[in-house]
């Protein structure tokens, strides 16, 4: 078994080396190759200059990929020795489309799994509800010049005729699943819906001590309720961090009450917010975050576009609630009053009222909580997800 990826950190990388753990410890040899493993940052760098002609503006730079440049992995000792090749997330320069063609032809199982909506469009990782992947793309909205024989419908093109058949096609979500059924290009392969896997031993519930020393290393109160966003660079605007700036201010009047911000930020950022904030920083360790998740009341994510993110996973494996928008595998994860609730779409003002919903209804929180946790274990854990896996590759 041999795991393909093209960086062992992120969300696409996070996921793909838990489920190696996950399969490791169900007694399956599942091996790792990442673009380290096998060159440089040339091909990245041709990759990006290769879309610069073509992109609507920086703001789409990392937005949309051609796979025209990567390495042919087809003869390195680990492909040799596989019997299955697990594709995960493999564009900035790692693979290009002919060298998933290469491992097509070695007569070897694929299995992909999809964590973006990259492989059924004409090059976007995510389509703004554009919805042209049903067909042969086209007139793309990332695009300087769109039209109906644009770059997206040459890249839809060439995967088209490149694509490996029988291909076993797996996302993270129900709702990605349904997208990928919907499109023009992987509608006629095999495509089954598995969550990501967590360790539930590592994220898991904190004492009321721990939540306590949390509070006291940060100089709060110990009754501070604390409202936790997460995200590498909240200045991604698929992140939705103005929304959740907006919410903020809806919430200035609540009392015992901070927010813990975790990643890349600025005082600026934060212009207009007078709930006291925490800011540990970017934290990388999952010991780490682990505690974060726990020692907080409520999770918000206000994202854009989502499939299924590690982080909803990872503090419902802590057993704190989650307030999200109503976008992708969202509202599988948070299931609207069960383990948290669901905003619409950018409507920061409900997300206030429900943020609000969840701080002051202490007992509703506790019961979401355990909720939370029971979900995780029941369809995260990682000998469930390891079970499910084994059976897409013994097919």
């Not at 609630?321 to 409507?347: I, N, Q, W």
Request: aromatic fraction near 10%.
């Amino acid at each position: 078994m041999l795991l393909i990826t093209t960086y062992p950190h992120g969300g696409a990388g996070t996921a793909c080396r838990r489920l190696q753990s996950a399969l490791k410890k169900s007694d399956i040899n599942a091996s790792l190759l990442t673009q380290k493993d096998v060159s440089g940052r040339f091909n990245f760098i041709a990759e990006r200059l290769s879309f610069l002609p073509w992109e609507r503006d920086k703001s789409v730079r990392f937005s949309f990929s051609l796979a025209n440049f990567g390495t042919d992995i087809s003869h390195h000792p680990l492909v040799q020795r596989a019997d299955v090749i697990h594709l995960h997330w493999w564009n900035q320069g790692f693979l290009s489309l002919r060298n998933l063609e290469a491992l097509g032809r070695s007569g070897k199982k694929i299995v992909w799994t999809l964590h973006d909506m990259w492989a059924f469009t004409g090059g976007c990782h995510y389509d703004w509800g554009c919805g042209r992947f049903s067909d042969a793309c086209g007139k793309c909205p990332y695009l300087r010049f769109p039209s109906e024989k644009d770059l997206s419908n040459q890249v839809w093109k060439r995967k088209k005729s490149l694509y490996p058949a029988g291909m076993e096609i797996v996302t993270c979500s129900k709702w990605l699943a349904g997208q990928a059924r919907a499109s023009s290009l992987l509608g006629n392969y095999p495509i089954t819906d598995i969550p990501n896997p967590i360790d539930t031993e590592q994220f898991k519930p904190a004492s009321p001590a721990e939540k306590l020393a949390f509070r006291e290393r940060f100089g709060l109160a110990p009754d501070t309720r604390l409202i936790l966003f997460a995200a590498m660079n909240i200045k991604n605007p698929f992140k939705g961090f103005t929304y959740f700036r907006e919410a903020l201010n809806e919430l200035k009047d609540l009392e015992n009450t901070a927010v813990v911000v975790v990643g890349k930020s600025d005082p600026a950022d934060f212009e207009g917010v007078t709930l006291p904030l925490v800011q540990p920083g970017l934290i990388q360790n999952a010991s780490e975050m682990a505690a974060v998740y726990a020692a907080c009341d409520v999770f918000v994510i206000p994202s854009l576009e989502e499939n299924l993110p590690n982080t909803i996973m990872e503090s419902l494996a802590c057993g704190t609630p989650v307030v999200g928008f109503r976008v992708g595998g969202v509202p599988e994860m948070t299931e609207h009053g069960v383990t948290g609730l669901v905003s619409p779409a950018k409507d920061s003002h409900q997300m206030a009222r429900d943020i609000r919903q969840v701080l002051e209804n202490p007992e509703k929180r506790a019961v979401m909580g355990q909720n939370a946790r029971n979900k995780v274990l029941t369809e995260y854990a990682e000998p469930v997800i390891a079970r499910r896996y084994m059976e897409v590759y013994q097919r």
